[in-house]
């Protein structure tokens, strides 16, 4: 029976193969070509009168298939086996990669030097002490003295915690809000003027008396003239005090 195709020269080389394959499998695949119309068609028996006729394949005998199929089979078990083969071999590859890696890890973390013991250094020790006389030591001001602290404070941050600490803990320090303490300012009271001091006689002479104050007393004629005790009169002219 035969199979119309498409001209041969517009088809590719696999869906020739496939059309090859759909025939019966003990069957002889005969290609004939139309002279005049140049169209291909696949038949298992005689081709039509005036067609070119050429075999493609020959009639195989059920012996043969079944080896070709047997054959087949057995590539493709090989194929399968290789392939699981070479994916076991990939994995112990990257097994033996990773474990290769680990020991180069293990071996430099074992070289490597131990990390240093900053709080424990003398330096550490130093800060502390320092941190403490400060702390415990006068100062003109408050705000003096709080300067000197904080200072002695990153001082021993830094000799304890060392650098990587130091810095860590200087990023959380800024993050946090700063609050500044504005003291309070004291009153200002006036100063109280001094009492006045009782006037009293310091000279005397023949005309006037001088008190403290430096007045003036003429000791003719009624008067008063201070006095240790107080104010006295004058009796005649003349200063009893």
Not at 113 to 118: A, R, T, V
Not at 122 to 136: F, H, I, M, Q, Y
Not at 156 to 183: I, K, S
Request: proline fraction near 8%.
């Amino acid at each position: 029976m035969p199979y119309r195709l498409k001209p041969l020269w517009k088809w590719p080389a696999a869906a020739v193969l496939c059309a090859c394959s759909a025939l019966p499998a003990f069957s002889q695949v005969i290609r004939c070509t139309d002279a005049k119309t140049g169209q291909v068609t696949y038949t298992d028996g005689k081709c039509a009168t005036g067609a070119a006729a050429h075999e493609v394949e020959a009639k195989r005998t059920a012996e043969e298939i079944e080896q070709e199929r047997r054959s087949a089979e057995r590539a493709l078990e090989l194929k399968q086996q290789r392939q699981q083969a070479e994916s076991a071999a990939a994995s112990a590859q990257s097994q033996r990669e990773v474990e290769q890696e680990r020991l180069r890890a293990a071996r430099a973390a074992a070289a490597a030097p131990l990390p240093k013991d900053y709080a424990s250094s003398p330096e550490c020790a130093k800060s502390r002490r320092n941190l403490e006389l400060v702390s415990t030591g006068l100062s003109r001001s408050n705000y003096d003295q709080e300067m000197r602290i904080e200072a002695a404070q990153r001082q021993m941050d830094l000799d304890c915690l060392g650098p990587q600490g130091y810095a860590e803990l200087e990023r959380a320090r800024a993050a946090q809000p700063r609050v500044m303490v504005t003291p309070q300012r004291r009153p200002a009271y006036p100063t109280p003027a001094p009492a006045p001091q009782q006037p009293y006689l310091t000279t005397c002479s023949n005309f006037y008396c001088i008190d403290n104050t430096g007045a003036r007393y003429p000791r003719s004629g009624p008067g008063q003239f201070p006095g240790n005790g107080g104010v006295c009169k004058s009796k005649g002219g003349q200063a009893p005090c």
